[in-house]
């Protein structure tokens, strides 16, 4: 059983105007007393629907926005720890934030950090060396070298027709050159979360303010209480 209409239908529409005057490609309707039958039997006003709809996506906003701000603070919490520690020789990428207890569960969130960090500008490069030292900024960073087809081979069905069958044989430096263009960039390498505790906290410092690190990942971490 699919949900039934009961009331004046009331289709007419209005024309509706965008904010700048010209016409929208939307048109208001009003229901007026129209309400929904629903499967199980319950009928509700479509109007009432409108409004519920509407205040519930309100307080989901809410509810999201009072969520990333309380992440923030367990963000800023778990890195002075982590470095405190990290400082002191214990690393620890993870933590467990402990909240309150009722009767039935233990509040918690989990606090992680990533190690993934923006990637420098091709022209920032020499900046950031000069900034770390050159032995600082070879452990840091390593330098890959990423090919991708030119623009004009792609717009141009007879040169893509002439890649497709070069691509079949093995193809040389002079095939590359042709087809491609290459471009050598400079990555964090992996496992930079907890190596960049290994340098000076100066240098460190230096780094974070040319690279950032991806924020700590935040999570529910209530268990139940036995």
Same mark, same amino acid.
């Given at each position: 059983?699919?949900?039934?209409?009961?009331?004046?239908?009331?289709?007419?529409? @209005?024309?509706?105007? +965008?904010?700048?005057?010209?016409?929208?490609?939307?048109?208001?309707?009003?229901?007026?007393? +129209?309400? @929904?039958?629903?499967? !199980?039997?319950?009928?509700?006003?479509?109007k009432t629907a409108v409004n519920d709809?509407?205040?519930?996506?309100?307080?989901?906003?809410?509810?999201? %926005?009072?969520?990333?701000?309380?992440?923030? @603070?367990?963000?800023?919490?778990?890195?002075?720890?982590?470095?405190?520690?990290?400082?002191?020789?214990?690393?620890?990428?993870?933590?467990?934030?402990?909240?309150?207890? +009722?009767?039935?569960?233990?509040?918690?969130?989990?606090?992680?950090?990533?190690?993934? =960090?923006?990637?420098?500008?091709?022209?920032?490069?020499?900046?950031?060396?000069?900034?770390?030292?050159?032995?600082? =900024?070879? !452990?840091? *960073?390593?330098?890959?070298?990423?090919?991708?087809?030119?623009?004009?081979?792609? %717009?141009?069905? $007879?040169?893509? $027709?002439?890649?497709?069958?070069?691509?079949?044989?093995?193809?040389?430096?002079?095939?590359? $050159?042709? *087809? *491609?263009?290459?471009? %050598?960039?400079?990555?964090?390498?992996?496992?930079?979360?907890?190596?960049?505790?290994?340098?000076?906290?100066?240098?460190?410092?230096?780094?974070?303010?040319?690279?950032?690190?991806?924020?700590?990942? @935040?999570?529910?971490?209530?268990?139940?209480?036995?």
């Amino acid at each position: 059983m699919s949900p039934s209409i009961t009331g004046p239908l009331n289709q007419a529409t @209005v024309a509706i105007k +965008t904010e700048s005057g010209k016409a929208s490609a939307l048109r208001a309707i009003d229901p007026e007393k +129209t309400a @929904v039958t629903m499967d !199980d039997g319950t009928i509700v006003v479509v109007k009432t629907a409108v409004n519920d709809y509407v205040k519930n996506i309100l307080l989901k906003k809410s509810a999201e %926005d009072q969520a990333a701000d309380a992440a923030a @603070v367990l963000r800023a919490y778990v890195g002075a720890v982590r470095d405190e520690n990290a400082y002191q020789g214990d690393y620890q990428k993870s933590y467990r934030v402990i909240g309150s207890k +009722t009767d039935k569960t233990q509040r918690a969130a989990d606090v992680s950090q990533v190690d993934k =960090f923006s990637v420098p500008k091709t022209e920032d490069i020499k900046a950031i060396r000069e900034a770390l030292g050159d032995d600082v =900024f070879k !452990d840091v *960073f390593e330098q890959v070298t990423t090919i991708s087809i030119k623009k004009n081979i792609l %717009d141009n069905a $007879k040169k893509r $027709k002439e890649l497709s069958e070069k691509l079949v044989e093995a193809l040389g430096k002079e095939g590359i $050159k042709e *087809f *491609f263009q290459k471009e %050598d960039v400079y990555v964090i390498r992996k496992g930079m979360d907890q190596k960049q505790y290994a340098l000076d906290p100066a240098v460190r410092t230096k780094l974070l303010e040319q690279v950032k690190q991806s924020a700590d990942a @935040v999570k529910d971490a209530t268990t139940l209480v036995v």
